[in-house]
């Protein structure tokens, strides 16, 4: 299964008819994938987006991205002996997404996860990048216990976990920035990306 989509499912963001936000799939027909995904796909022309295809490259080369989970293409451009490149992955891309839309099989999965942006790429502002809860993410989880309302569901659970007497967890908010950052973008109205983008900044970003 898909790493992505496996997380997708862990957090509740697939809904139980199969059909979720995590991808944004409208409807089964006769589309080709690229007008299901539209301004969600990176451009697949010279070298526009190249820092993002190198992204999902590496992304795809990680460890946790099992081989055996990919389709044999995928396969082939995820092993480094083969001498692949972020081209290679772009023109991959630029190929599948020309193919009908036949729902979320694995092929679409995989469009998802390499072939469109991530969070991170479409936030006004700088993730941030402390690998530690030091200075910035201390900065960040002040502004969340500081608030009495206005957080959203996700961000009151975190806060919770931010001033447990018990069991308190101060990576909490770190943890689910750093998960958002790596989510398939859908739209800037996702409330999850709105969360971020106003939680999960850099200290130029967060607002109080």
């Not at 402390?130 to 993410?137: A, L």
Request: proline share 1%; aromatic share 8%.
């Amino acid at each position: 299964m898909n790493l992505l989509y496996k997380g997708a499912i862990t957090t509740g963001i697939i809904g139980t008819g199969g059909v979720g936000t995590y991808y944004g799939i409208q409807a089964l027909g006769t589309t080709k994938v690229k007008d299901q995904l539209k301004n969600r796909l990176l451009s697949t022309i010279g070298t526009t987006n190249q820092s993002q295809w190198e992204a999902r490259l590496a992304s795809l080369r990680e460890d946790k991205v099992k081989k055996e989970d990919l389709t044999s293409e995928l396969q082939e451009i995820k092993d480094k002996s083969k001498n692949k490149t972020w081209e290679s992955l772009r023109d991959w891309c630029s190929s599948k997404v020309e193919e009908s839309y036949e729902g979320e099989d694995l092929k679409f999965k995989e469009i998802v996860s390499y072939c469109t942006f991530r969070n991170k790429d479409k936030f006004k502002g700088t993730v941030i990048s402390e690998t530690t809860v030091s200075t910035k993410w201390t900065k960040a989880n002040g502004i969340i216990t500081g608030k009495s309302e206005g957080l959203s569901p996700t961000l009151q659970a975190i806060k919770k976990k931010l001033e447990a007497s018990s069991g308190k967890d101060t990576s909490a908010l770190k943890k689910w920035c750093e998960e958002t950052y790596e989510t398939p973008w859908t739209t800037n109205e996702d409330p999850n990306f709105q969360d971020a983008q106003q939680y999960c900044l850099d200290d130029s970003s967060l607002t109080s």
